[in-house]
């Protein structure tokens, strides 16, 4: 039985599977790895322009990173991981996607039940009042953008040196405790806590797979499976698999 069939079988014999996703499910959608050589973070220091205590020194600063970052994200596309996941959680085979992603291709891509453990660009709010707001209403012809309150206003992204959405990280943790799949896809697994995920799950019985052309940090016991395959062929050949079961 060939990895593939193997992955499929696993999935579909699951009763709760989970996905969790980094940067490499995206970088077949043209968003290179923030970390990779033609990512953000070549371009920009991340703690002179990804830090909290940056934005709150200069926020113009910052905010010339973010408006490159955020055009970035939304010029590009949901690729065949993404649409395979939204499509597994539609059949009911997959229940929840956590992402480290910041770019929402995941609810492009048609899932519904997303934990975005980084935040995302969708939304915005005042760094001093914390007042939210839709990106769509506020203007970037001057930066930073301003509150009534006189604050600058910033994505509801999560910066080096700020904690997780509490609400993001307790629906993430609760769903690692309750899983009996736990897919990782397109993570190095090196940025704590979201790299807790699968040792969590793991230590809780759930099986471990990987998806990712390269080799991650999760230890070699932790892992049962690892197609080393970008994530959109991988799905591509998985998703023909669960098709033929579906009929």
């Known amino acids: 039985m060939n990895k593939y069939h193997r992955f499929t079988e696993l999935l579909l014999q699951s009763r709760y599977a989970v996905a969790l996703t980094g ?21 920009y220091d991340p703690l002179e322009y990804g830090h909290i205590d940056s934005f709150r020194a200069d926020p113009a600063k910052v905010w010339n990173m973010l408006v490159e970052m955020r055009a970035l994200v939304e010029s590009v596309s949901p690729n065949d991981a993404h649409y395979a996941l939204g499509e597994l959680e539609r059949l009911g085979v997959l229940k929840m996607v956590i992402t480290q992603n910041v ?13 975005e453990f980084h935040g995302n660009f969708r939304g915005m709010h005042c760094d001093k009042c914390r007042r939210p707001y839709k990106s769509s209403e506020v203007s970037l012809a001057e930066l930073p953008p301003l509150c009534a ?12 040196g700020e904690g997780i959405p509490e609400q993001a990280y307790s629906l993430a943790f609760d769903a690692a405790l309750k899983c009996d799949l736990m897919i990782v896809v397109g993570t190095s697994a090196s940025v704590a806590p979201a790299s807790d995920l699968p040792l969590v799950a793991g230590r809780r019985g ?7 052309p390269e080799v991650s940090e999760l230890p070699r016991e932790v892992t049962e499976m690892h197609i080393m395959e970008p994530a959109g062929a991988a799905f591509r050949n998985i998703m023909k ?7």
């Not at 698999?241 to 009929?247: D, L, M, N, T």
């Open 23 to 43: 940067a490499g499910i995206s970088v077949e959608s043209g968003i290179p790895d923030f970390r990779g050589s033609d990512g953000v973070w070549a371009k």
């Open 103 to 115: 770019d929402s291709l995941h609810q492009r891509g048609g899932a519904s039940n997303v934990v």
């Open 149 to 160: 309150c006189g604050g600058p206003i910033r994505p509801d992204v999560v910066l080096f």
């Open 206 to 212: 759930a099986r471990i797979v990987e998806i990712n």
């Open 241 to 247: 698999i669960v098709k033929s079961f579906a009929h």
